[in-house]
């Protein structure tokens, strides 16, 4: 047993020694120089070598025209056109040199120090190279060329083995499709992914990205981002807390706080998570969507659980689709339905899936409605299938109502019911009044088709086509059940604030329940971004 101590421990004892020999290895002088004069500093060997001079150590070599070495610290100061060969792929050179045998590790300094190697070149006023890992630093401004891309900063390291750069402060990288600016760049340049972190910028032909943190490979124009990121370009700008975006195929996908914005016609989307393909002109946003169409000056706001926007590449004009649980809001009108059409071509907006309509004093329900902007209001809606409009009347605190299978409504400039049109199963109960605004009746008639006068919504005239059937109820044996048709229910409780329709009560309501509610954390569901961005558009 103790000679298999001794025999593990001398074992050890030359794994040591034989490692510090190699560790230690002398920087041998080649033979061809011009002068060799040896000299005796303190008890220490110095060698001054003069042109023609060359050294190798480790496989490397190493020419200069002035060389003083120390060959007790193993440690050369070199002058005049250095350079150090490393094997076939790596050349360092610059005016000086101190090189650290023990350690390997050459400092080049200069008006220009140079490392390069097969396909890039570094340059800048000293180079400190770690020869025995194969790192490159320098702390003085650096330039890295390769046949793509132009790359400077402040601050930076090469790894000649893994070709992977780190660059600090002041980094642009520019070539023949982007520039890139930030602070703090991780640069792979076998495949071509750049990591950043700080203010980054990143502008190509076709726009701009702005993002503090995430990766862009440079080859392929793909890119992620786990901060707050905004690409934009001449038609769109897409913003999301965290993004993945893919540059050649100009498709985005965000989530958190997603905003969608169309500069043509100044429209905005807003909500959880969003998809954008711009070579479609298609856009898509989800949870607590939201849309805002500037109209002239006012606003048009659609509220619904998913929102989509498709451009018309011809004429640059575009459709909004709202589906499932649309909420409209304009300062003239306000609606709710089940989905929702907006067409800025010709400027119509159409209504389906028990859809209902307010404005000033009306309420309208069909199975579909359309309304017709002119001058960026309402000027007539066409109302589809088991059709109800009804006009309040505050004054006598009743309202006037006409049904039938389609109706044409007509708005005057204040937005108020000046005409509607009825045909097919026409029905109405409206109060006339007299000169004095003084209550005639309520005439309850009937008629294929009508045609409704309105004045400070109140019917004023009214005409038929056909045989009407109708009776003028008085005042005072006017029975409750009378004074609505069979449908009628006004929902002026359900018309939509603006509060409600940009999801303000609902994020009040919350955060109150979040008071309430123990501290948990959530995890979001994980989405694959590339699968979302290759899903098929509505109607296909």
Known sequence: MKNTYLLIIGL????????????????????????????????????????????RHKGSILYCDLAVQNVASNMIEAYGNVKIVQGDTITVTGDTLFYYGNTRLAIMSGRKAVLTDKKRTLTSSRLEYDMANGLAYYRTPGRTVDAESVLTSKEGIYNTRTKIF????????????????????????????????????????????????????????ESSFSTRTTVQNEGYTLTGDTLFYDGQKKRGFARGNVEIFAV???????????VYRGEEGFSKVYGHALVRSVVSLDTLYIRADTLYSI????????????????????????????????????????????????????????????????????????LKGNSFVISEDTLIKQYNQVKGRTIQAFLNDAGKLKQVLVDGNGESAYYAMDEEEKLIGLNRVESGKMNLLFKNSRVYRITFLGRPDGRLIPPQTIKPAERQLEGFNWRGADKPTLEQTTWKKEEAKAIESQKDTPNEKSQSPTVDAKQVLEKPKPGK
Request: charged content about 25%.
């Open 12 to 55: 050890c004892l030359n794994s040591l020694l034989t490692w510090a020999q190699s560790a230690n290895e002398k920087v041998e002088l080649l033979p061809g120089a011009d002068s060799l004069t040896l000299l005796n500093e303190n008890g220490m060997e110095i060698r001054r070598v003069i042109n023609n001079v060359r050294f």
């Open 166 to 221: 780190d660059y600090y402060q002041n980094v642009k990288l520019v070539n023949e499709k982007y520039t890139l600016t930030t602070d703090t760049l991780v640069y792979n340049s076998l495949t071509k992914w750049s990591y950043f972190n700080g203010p980054t910028k990143i502008v190509n032909k076709d726009g701009t990205l702005l993002a503090k943190r995430g990766q862009y490979n440079t080859e392929t124009g």
């Open 264 to 274: 043509e016609d100044q429209t905005l989307l807003t909500g959880d998570e969003g």
């Open 311 to 382: 451009e018309n590449k011809v004429d640059s004009t575009r459709k909004l689709i709202g589906d499932k649980n649309v909420y409209i809001f304009k300062s003239d009108f306000q609606g709710r339905c089940d989905s929702v059409y907006y067409n800025t071509a010709d400027s119509t907006i159409q209504f389906f899936r028990e859809p209902i309509l307010w404005g000033e004093s009306y309420q309208m329900e069909a199975d579909s409605i359309s309304a017709f902007l002119v001058n960026n209001k309402i000027n007539r809606m066409l």
